[in-house]
């Protein structure tokens, strides 16, 4: 691999969700600062939805981050779950003990008794659902259902919807106009800006243990916007792929050529990725 090459203790440009690599852009500072806003007013649902690769999954891991110490958090990654499944896992993350064998009604009970006991605490409960497109109807009933416990105040647990565009399709959907009606807050969330992408660029590296000047020429920095249109999963795979490209030829900065070459991936790319094709798999 290319990490010696460059000075860099890790790969810079993991596809895995890493907050330690977190770039503020504009457009997810703003998605962070509108779920913080929402959460401390008490709203009941919220949702933010983004293209694939926008990176929902990261701004999840950074709101749940940013949560004070007077939240109880619940992360559910997966939304292929029964209605059943799902009131087992929100009831063992808020640390109930219903038995697997339990009923609906068993499980509606354990979670309301554990959300009034967690607000007799202060304590506010904030479930975060990714990847929120795949959920199925009756576990978006469930969740509407189990949000109708409230004080005079507020919500005893707060819902966020992360989701693909096609989550406003299924909530557009005429039976499920109930919950929609229940989200305060919505949020679009946009990549990186052609202004901010070379910054991310140069973030990345510096994170991983760069310490020169940018790897990254303008003109490769304007392809990769070009390519990518700014969506940071793809920045990151031709990014990756620039720098296998630079380190096969010996070189030190990724141009345009090289980003092209990343873009292209065939066989009129440089001989040298027969050689390192399992890195870029």
């Not at 709203?43 to 007077?70: D, H, M, N, Q, Y």
């Not at 007799?120 to 497109?133: F, H, I, N, W």
């Not at 399709?169 to 305060?184: P, S, V």
């Not at 202004?195 to 590296?205: F, I, P, T, V």
Request: glycine residues 10%.
């Amino acid at each position: 691999m290319y990490l010696s090459h460059f000075g860099l203790a890790e790969r810079p440009f993991s596809l895995t969700p890493d907050t330690a690599y977190a770039f503020s852009t504009r457009g997810h500072q703003e998605a962070l600062n509108t779920l913080l806003v929402a959460i401390a007013g008490g709203e009941g649902f919220i949702k933010i939805t983004g293209e694939v690769g926008t990176g929902k999954t990261l701004l999840c891991r950074r709101l749940l981050g940013a949560l004070g110490s007077e939240y109880v958090s619940c992360y559910l990654p997966n939304p292929d779950l029964t209605p059943r499944t799902l009131l087992l896992s929100l009831d063992a993350e808020l640390g109930g003990h219903a038995p697997a064998s339990a009923t609906h009604y068993i499980l509606h009970r354990s979670l309301n008794q554990k959300l009034v006991a967690l607000a007799a605490e202060g304590k506010r409960v904030v479930v975060c659902l990714d990847e929120a497109q795949g959920l199925a109807h009756a576990n978006l009933e469930a969740l509407r259902l189990l949000s109708n416990l409230e004080t005079e105040k507020r919500k005893l647990m707060q819902v966020v919807l992360f989701g693909q565009p096609e989550l406003d399709e299924r909530l557009a959907r005429k039976d499920l106009r109930q919950l929609r009606q229940r989200i305060a807050f919505a949020h679009r969330l946009h990549g990186v800006s052609r202004h901010e992408l070379g910054l991310y660029l140069d973030h990345r590296m510096r994170i991983a243990g760069h310490l020169g000047a940018s790897v990254f020429t303008p003109a490769a920095v304007a392809q990769l916007f070009r390519e990518s249109g700014g969506t940071p999963r793809i920045v990151n795979v031709l990014a990756h792929k620039s720098l296998l490209t630079v380190f096969g030829e010996g070189g030190a900065l990724v141009e345009r050529r090289h980003v092209r070459a990343a873009a292209r991936d065939g066989a009129e790319a440089a001989p040298w990725r027969r050689w390192f094709g399992w890195a870029l798999r």
